[in-house]
């Protein structure tokens, strides 16, 4: 059974930072992996998606990128700001298996201090 | 705007009632999902449906049900046999084929009392 495991739970850092999320998830036989971004009280945003014969994708002061082989995906921050603060959560999508087989992290907590 | 609405935002329950939670969407996609999130716990699966009139139990079905007789909408029912079932509850969509992304509603928190 795939686990998905971020860590840390909860981070704070300074507005203006650079920081990584990490994603680490047991089976490496995925067909995605995406990156969402929950606010408190509401339902998730979609900020990236990477197939699983991707390295990245870029959307703006955002860059996730995943390595199969070592079951890792980094979400990379730049230049973080008030705004940001949010929970991050990764998904992992199987390879076998519909989109109902897709495994949730329990995400990273991010608080921007300006 | 396209987009999945849930109502209501919050929700309070009596022990021994049945409740029903609502999922519209507007974005013409064939597949919906409900989940439950916890503190501390990923979005667990409660039940899915891939096209109309069609669903299936996810991971966590026990004490829900749920009915899709309309492609916009997916209501979930939150029976008395939950035993457990103070959370917060998404509703999302996904069309079939093409984009894997998922479209999340804003949420029900439900509450027992």
């Known amino acids: 059974k795939q686990e998905v495991t971020q860590i840390p739970a909860a981070l704070s850092v300074p507005e203006g930072e650079n920081l990584v999320l990490n994603c680490s998830f047991t089976d490496s036989a995925i067909y995605n992996l995406q990156w969402f971004r929950q606010d408190p009280g509401k339902g998730l945003t979609s900020l990236l998606l990477?197939?699983?014969?991707?390295r990245e994708q870029t959307s703006g002061r955002l860059n996730a990128s995943l390595d199969k082989s070592s079951g890792r995906s980094t979400l990379y921050i730049a230049a973080s700001q008030p705004g940001d603060s949010a929970t991050y959560l990764c998904?992992?999508?199987?390879?076998?298996?519909?989109?109902?087989?897709?495994?949730f992290g329990t995400g990273t907590k991010l608080q921007v201090i300006p | 705007d396209g987009g999945i609405t849930q109502s209501p935002k919050y929700l309070f329950r009596k022990e021994g009632q049945n409740v029903t939670l609502s999922c519209e969407q507007n974005l013409n996609h064939d597949a919906m999902y409900w989940y439950r999130q916890d503190p501390g716990q990923g979005l667990r699966l409660i039940y899915y449906s891939q096209i109309v009139n069609d669903f299936q139990k996810g991971d966590i079905a026990e004490g829900y049900s749920v009915s899709r007789e309309k492609k916009e909408s997916f209501p979930l029912t939150v029976t008395s046999a939950q035993k457990n079932p103070t959370a917060f509850y998404l509703c999302a969509s996904r069309t079939s084929g093409g984009s894997d992304t998922q479209y999340f509603g804003p949420g029900t928190r439900l509450t027992v009392l």
């Open positions: 990477i197939q699983s014969s991707q």
């Open positions: 998904a992992v999508h199987p390879y076998s298996g519909g989109y109902q087989k897709v495994t």
